[in-house]
Nanobody, 121 residues
Framework: QVQLVESGGGSVQAGGSLRLSCAAS?????MAWFRQAPGKEREGVAG????????LYADSVKGRFTISQDNAKNTVYLQMNSLKPEDTAMYFC?????????????????WGQGTQVTVSS
């Protein structure tokens, strides 16, 4: 079972930046970041195919968020810039061995514990 540990959440003002880290015991085919706000469904934020380095993003974060990987550290990052209050959520790192729609949360079988991001206006 892949072990994932997130870090880097916190509280910032709108327009600020945060970088989330996800330390993985091993890299899998697909790594992704999801978020879940109170009363809302978990949604995909960014996905990464680790073999090719290809990245995908939710429309709501394109141009503001960047997902990247450090193979030497088995770590996936989510750089978040120009943060908005609507980005406030618990952010989760996820991993799966296969392919398919990157934003389908049900297709992931390993999850981190989550890290809270709060953006104030």
């Amino acid at each position: 079972q892949v072990q994932l540990v997130e870090s880097g959440g916190g509280s910032v003002q709108a327009g600020g930046s945060l970088r989330l880290s996800c330390a993985a015991s091993i890299f899998t085919v697909t790594m992704a970041w999801f978020r879940q706000a109170p009363g809302k469904e978990r949604e995909g934020v960014a996905g990464l195919y680790t073999n090719s380095g290809s990245t995908l993003y939710a429309d709501s974060v394109k141009g503001r968020f960047t997902i990247s990987q450090d193979n030497a550290k088995n770590t996936v990052y989510l750089q978040m810039n120009s943060l908005k209050p609507e980005d406030t959520a618990m952010y989760f790192c996820a991993a799966r061995a296969g392919w398919g729609t990157w934003s389908n949360a049900k297709s992931y079988n390993a999850w981190g514990q989550g890290t809270q991001v709060t953006v104030s206006s």
